[in-house]
């Protein structure tokens, strides 16, 4: 049970939005920076999203992120059939003294 | 191009001790960074295990802290992990990856993976 709550599943129709939200507390979420990892079946996690709402070269402006309190956002917009993959929210939880992620979200594309 | 890959044994015995090495090209891990492990059980998230400073210093999840130890050898440019006591549970692909600070610049080049199965 991981202490950020992710929804198990979004989905949408190509070009359309989807956003994933990721609920956390003041231990991780509201005192430390968020990423998002982009999970494509049988390959490593990538980094979509770091320090809340950074976007590491390469990554299109279609992704973004924000935080509110103890919650953040990944938004996708214009989507598209390569965007179907498992997204993972992570920050450090300074209660637990450890990085932790969401259980990750499946994104169907219709 | 900052580049990292996992190497190690696919088939570990219960009670055992998996070990895995990081071998990183195009960055010196004695630079700067955290150097980190992640696993993902089959079918299941992602779970961190432990960083390592480019200092030589290092933390730990502390649910697995008691089995895990870190290690950096700079002349060949990786670093390693070493897991005590391995059970079924410990099955999954085991990934490396590179992080700035405890939550900041977190993950921005991984290994792609390697899986090690716990199995007699």
């Known amino acids: 049970q991981s202490v950020l709550t992710q929804p198990p599943s979004v989905s949408a129709a190509p070009g359309q939005k989807v956003t994933i939200s990721c609920s956390g507390s003041?231990?991780?979420?509201?005192?430390?920076?968020v990423s998002w990892y982009q999970q494509l079946p049988g390959t490593a996690p990538k980094l979509l999203i770091y320090?809340?709402?950074k976007r590491p070269s390469g990554i299109p402006d279609r992704f973004s992120g924000s935080n509110s309190g103890t919650s953040a956002t990944l938004g996708i917009t214009g989507l598209q059939t390569g965007d179907e993959a498992d997204y993972y929210c992570?920050?450090?939880?300074?209660?637990?003294?450890?990085?932790?992620f969401g259980a990750g979200t499946k994104v169907t594309v219709l | 191009q900052v580049q990292l890959q996992e190497s190690g044994p696919g088939l570990v015995k219960p009670s055992e001790t998996l070990s895995l090495t990081c071998a990183v090209s195009?960055?010196?891990?004695?630079?700067?960074?955290?150097w980190g492990w992640i696993r993902q059980p089959p079918g299941k998230g992602l779970e961190w295990i432990g960083s390592?400073?480019?200092?030589?210093?290092?933390i730990y999840n502390p649910s697995l802290k008691s089995r895990v130890t870190l290690s950096l050898d700079t002349s060949k440019n990786h670093f390693s992990l070493s897991l005590s006591s391995v059970t079924a549970a410990d099955t999954a692909v085991y990934y490396c990856?590179?992080?700035?600070?405890?939550?900041?610049?977190?993950?921005?080049?991984w290994g792609q993976g390697t899986l090690v199965t716990v199995s007699s």
């Open positions: 390592i400073y480019h200092s030589g210093s290092s």
């Open positions: 003041s231990s991780n979420i509201e005192d430390n920076y």
């Open positions: 990856a590179r992080h700035l600070g405890y939550s900041s610049g977190w993950g921005d080049y």
């Open positions: 320090d809340n709402n």
């Open positions: 195009g960055y010196s891990i004695s630079s700067a960074y955290y």
């Open positions: 992570g920050t450090w939880d300074s209660s637990l003294s450890a990085y932790v």
